[in-house]
């Protein structure tokens, strides 16, 4: 049974900082890609940032330059580090697990349960 379970949520003040983390188990992490997706209230999910199993990253354009994420295979963790915070960040964020052969751009694989993010100005 695939597992995601996330950490680091929390509430910041606008221009802070939040790392977070998710441990994968179940399946082979180090063979699959990960993404971290948010889902602001009334809105569809979005893609924050993606990183293949080679390291390939991709970020949405409201991200780049802020957010930074990063695999480790040997503790089947992804995270996302999470700089100069908006309140427009606002939102669940969910960790994701795929096949690297689905683009980002679709909602598929497997998901984490979600964790609050809250920044306030």
């Known amino acids: 049974q695939v597992q995601l379970v996330e950490s680091g949520g929390g509430s910041v003040q606008a221009g802070g900082s939040l790392r977070l983390s998710c441990v994968v188990s179940g399946t082979t992490f180090s063979g699959n890609a990960m993404g971290w997706y948010r889902q602001a209230p009334g809105k569809q999910r979005e893609l924050v940032a993606g990183?293949?199993?080679?390291?390939?990253?991709e970020y949405r354009d409201s991200a780049k330059a802020r957010f930074f994420i990063s695999r480790d295979n040997a503790k089947n963790t992804v995270s996302l580090q999470m700089n100069s915070l908006k309140p427009e960040d606002t939102a669940v964020y969910y960790c994701?697990?795929?096949?690297?052969?689905?683009?980002?751009?679709?909602?598929?694989?497997?998901w984490g349960q979600g964790t609050q993010v809250t920044v306030s100005s």
């Open positions: 994701n697990l795929r096949s690297n052969w689905v683009s980002f751009r679709f909602l598929n694989g497997y």
């Open positions: 990183i293949t199993s080679d390291g390939k990253t």
